[in-house]
């Protein structure tokens, strides 16, 4: 049972148009996460949800847009894709975000390529 | 502000060879600790946290030790093995977030 995923695994797409990614949690955590991660392999947190609450919004352009439909769910949309938006994104979650030891569990990544 | 700083890459060490990955912190009061590692390809996993100084926090053969008076938490394992290679983030707590250090990338030959 995979118990965060994401889809889809790669995305290719063309500077200025609009994509989603999507993400999944089974393990019922309260708190889900998005990070990116750039070509040098640096990591950094962008969005945070706790129970369908945005709780971190990082200095991210306005063209991203994180939807938690409910709380197993965490979607990611972007507008107008610029080249600088290629990258992996990672979606993570946790049990409960509060506490400081909970480990956070990461998706596989989605690889935004944007030509 | 709250850092993390881990020693360039890459790293490149034969079978067997012992390993010390460094990570230093910047944090106010006291954070929370962990190693992340990526295999190529995938996503993150955890491999080993300490939440208070002094902890020791272990798994799959690796160490690392939660240092306040240096600020550091130092990831060892005593024989790498080619599974081993890997990206290693270190990494500390801030709020709900995860702060990441750049990553070291570690390569093990036979």
């Known amino acids: 049972d995979t118990a965060v995923s994401q889809t889809p695994k790669y995305l290719v797409t063309q500077m200025g148009n609009d994509k989603s990614i999507k993400c999944e949690q089974n393990?019922?955590?309260?708190?889900m996460y998005w990070y990116k991660q750039d070509s040098k392999k640096f990591l950094k947190i962008m969005f945070s949800y706790n129970n369908k609450e945005l709780i971190i919004n990082e200095t991210v352009p306005n063209r991203f847009s994180p939807k938690s439909p409910d709380k197993a769910h965490l979607n990611l949309h972007i507008n107008s894709l610029e080249l600088g938006d290629s990258a992996v994104y990672f979606c993570a979650s946790s049990q409960d975000g509060t506490r400081l030891y909970n480990e956070q569990f990461f998706g596989p990544g989605t690889r935004l390529t944007v030509l | 502000g709250n850092s993390v700083t881990q020693m360039e890459g890459p790293v490149t060490l034969s079978e067997e060879a012992f390993l010390t990955i460094n990570c230093t912190y910047t944090?106010?009061?006291?954070?929370?600790l962990f190693w992340y590692v990526q295999y190529p390809g995938e996503g993150l996993q955890l491999l080993l946290k300490?939440?208070?100084?002094?902890d020791k926090g272990s798994n799959k053969g690796f160490e690392a030790t939660y240092r306040k008076e240096t600020t550091s938490f130092h990831l060892e394992k005593g024989s790498v093995q080619v599974s081993d290679s890997a990206v290693y983030f270190c990494a500390l707590r801030r709020g709900t977030a995860l702060i990441f250090g750049k990553g070291t990338t570690l390569s093990v030959s036979s």
């Open positions: 944090a106010t009061g006291y954070p929370s």
């Open positions: 300490a939440t208070k100084a002094d």
């Open positions: 393990l019922g955590h309260d708190t």
